[in-house]
């Protein structure tokens, strides 16, 4: 009997982020197909199971779990707490969350001009990423090569940075972040070649390099791509995150 109900669990999407970027109101637009709750600082983590479509007439639209057209992908959504006191929760789902598909790491587009903001959530960005990097070149059965979309949230507001602006920004920041933490090894006079795997393994991206840039996730088959968008209004919404998600799941 049992050989006839093989249980199969939904694959993941983790949405992470620093606090107030918008993720929980990201969850509740998709949940309800209309609008998106007012939220609280989340302090727990919380998953909700959604259906997409990649095949049906309104595929790219999140408003799609309507659509009977289509065939559809069960997955779950993970909302995470973005404060860094609860830093260990997001990362803790990161890490023991089954079949996760992609991450979706949202950030405030409207205050990353703010060295405040910027310098943390380039922070967290760096830790997920090294998590990720750590993963993909990982030789256990866990092994995967888990693509991130970093959502630029807020475009409505006047403030907001350009996508290709947040781009850049999060990568200066994330060069900066890598410079700092592996001092001592590239000063120290020893050569590239020398350095034990030990030391490249802490270090994000491709080894040695001046700058960090997204692309050099690339080396470990992590694809990063940035995709403006916003929660609370209908332009430019948040269909370009749903279609990158219902691809990758
Ligand atoms: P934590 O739970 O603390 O990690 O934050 P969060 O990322 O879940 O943020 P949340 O969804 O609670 O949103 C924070 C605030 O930003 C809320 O007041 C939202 O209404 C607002 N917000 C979310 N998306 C947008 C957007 O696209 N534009 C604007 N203007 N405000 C937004
Ligand atoms: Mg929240």
Redesign the pocket.
Known sequence: LSSSSTYTTPPSVLLL??????????LTLFERGSQ?A?????QVAHSIELNASTDSVTRSSFRNHDDATGTHTKFFLV?????GKLRNVAMGRLARTEKVKAVVF?V?A?ALGEQDTLAPTAAYLYDVLLFLQKKATSKGKDKASIPVLIAA?????FTALPATMVKSHLEVELSRIRASRSKGLLDSGVGMDDVGSEEQDGWLGEYGSEKFTFQQMGEFDIDVEVLP?????EEPGADKWWWWIAQRI
């Open positions: 982020g620093p606090d107030n970027a918008g993720k929980t109101a990201l998106p007012a939220t609280h600082t989340s909302d995470t707490p973005g404060h949202m405030d409207a949230n807020k475009m409505d507001l968008g916003s929660v609370l209004t």
